[in-house]
């Protein structure tokens, strides 16, 4: 896959997907958005591909934020389809990707860029990063996905204070609020997310994408999470995995997953 803001390389089966606009500290345009959801709809169909590392290039900036300069002198009507494209291309299909998303903060990750990282299926930062929603410093709202992601991540409270004071947050209270996972080094932050990738390859690849299908309805209006999960479990029975896995526990094996 060749992009013009992107880089996205596989190996032993994890595609890690670096945003490279490191001029503009990687920041989001409409042109970086449109080709996110160009390699995220590949990746979902390349069985080399099992789980993606989301990224910026540098040691700066995962997404600094939005490219202000595309949409300041948008109108109404604009500004709402710059949301709903927005979310329907990148945000909620990342969330909703059926294979799992690490999300490595490497230093920023403001507006667009934090809400980049909240859709990803849970994150990890370097020690550097600061985290932020900055949209209301603009006399704007967080419009992909930041006023509903954030709270269920770090509760109501904090999500408020956050939005309404437009200020940072560094990574050891992002970790402390629940917002990333773990921190680490700069140096370090790949190979940690490889590390956690390869933790998630030694299980059923199919259970873990129907598991995130049952997790993620439970924050669907409408839709009750726990009939998901009892659906699921016994669509598992059915599965090549379950016979595999059950049967290298009952033999005290390793189990050995398509």
Same mark, same amino acid.
């Given at each position: 896959?060749?992009?013009?803001?992107?880089?996205?390389?596989?190996?032993?089966?994890?595609?890690?997907?670096?945003?490279?606009?490191?001029?503009?500290?990687?920041?989001?345009?409409?042109?970086?958005?449109?080709?996110?959801?160009?390699?995220?709809?590949?990746?979902?169909?390349?069985?080399?591909?099992?789980?993606?590392?989301?990224?910026?290039?540098?040691?700066?900036?995962?997404?600094?934020?939005?490219?202000?300069?595309?949409?300041?002198?948008?109108?109404?009507?604009?500004?709402?389809?710059?949301? %709903?494209? #927005?979310?329907? +291309?990148?945000?909620?299909?990342? &969330?909703? /990707?059926?294979?799992?998303?690490?999300? @490595?903060?490497? =230093?920023? %990750?403001? #507006?667009?860029? +934090?809400?980049?990282?909240?859709? &990803?299926? /849970?994150?990890?930062?370097?020690?550097? @990063?600061?985290? =932020?929603?900055?949209?209301?410093?603009?006399?704007?709202?967080?419009?992909?996905?930041?006023?509903?992601?954030?709270?269920?991540?770090?509760?109501? =409270?904090?999500a408020m204070e956050m939005i309404m004071t437009a200020g940072m947050?560094?990574?050891?209270?992002?970790?402390?609020?629940?917002?990333?996972?773990?921190?680490?080094?700069?140096?370090?932050?790949?190979?940690?997310?490889?590390?956690?990738?390869?933790?998630?390859?030694?299980?059923?690849?199919q259970a873990i994408s129907v598991a995130i299908e049952a997790v993620?309805?439970?924050?669907?209006?409408?839709?009750?999470?726990?009939?998901?999960?009892?659906?699921?479990?016994?669509?598992?029975?059915?599965?090549?995995?379950?016979?595999?896995?059950?049967?290298?526990?009952?033999?005290?094996?390793?189990?050995?997953?398509?």
């Amino acid at each position: 896959m060749t992009f013009e803001n992107l880089q996205v390389n596989i190996q032993d089966r994890i595609a890690t997907v670096y945003i490279d606009r490191p001029k503009k500290l990687n920041a989001l345009n409409r042109a970086t958005i449109e080709e996110l959801h160009e390699a995220f709809k590949a990746l979902r169909d390349d069985n080399e591909a099992a789980v993606i590392i989301l990224t910026g290039t540098g040691e700066k900036a995962f997404v600094a934020g939005a490219d202000i300069s595309e949409f300041a002198d948008y109108s109404v009507e604009q500004g709402k389809d710059l949301a %709903a494209k #927005g979310q329907e +291309l990148v945000f909620d299909y990342i &969330a909703n /990707f059926p294979k799992p998303v690490i999300a @490595a903060v490497n =230093g920023f %990750a403001l #507006g667009g860029g +934090l809400e980049l990282a909240m859709s &990803a299926h /849970f994150r990890i930062a370097s020690d550097n @990063a600061k985290l =932020g929603l900055p949209e209301t410093s603009l006399g704007v709202i967080p419009g992909y996905g930041g006023t509903q992601r954030l709270p269920q991540l770090v509760g109501k =409270g904090r999500a408020m204070e956050m939005i309404m004071t437009a200020g940072m947050i560094d990574a050891e209270t992002a970790k402390n609020y629940g917002l990333v996972n773990h921190v680490t080094n700069i140096e370090e932050l790949i190979p940690l997310a490889e590390k956690l990738a390869g933790k998630i390859l030694n299980n059923s690849m199919q259970a873990i994408s129907v598991a995130i299908e049952a997790v993620n309805d439970n924050y669907k209006d409408g839709v009750n999470g726990f009939e998901t999960e009892i659906e699921n479990f016994g669509k598992s029975f059915g599965t090549d995995d379950f016979k595999e896995g059950t049967q290298a526990f009952l033999n005290k094996q390793k189990a050995n997953f398509k």
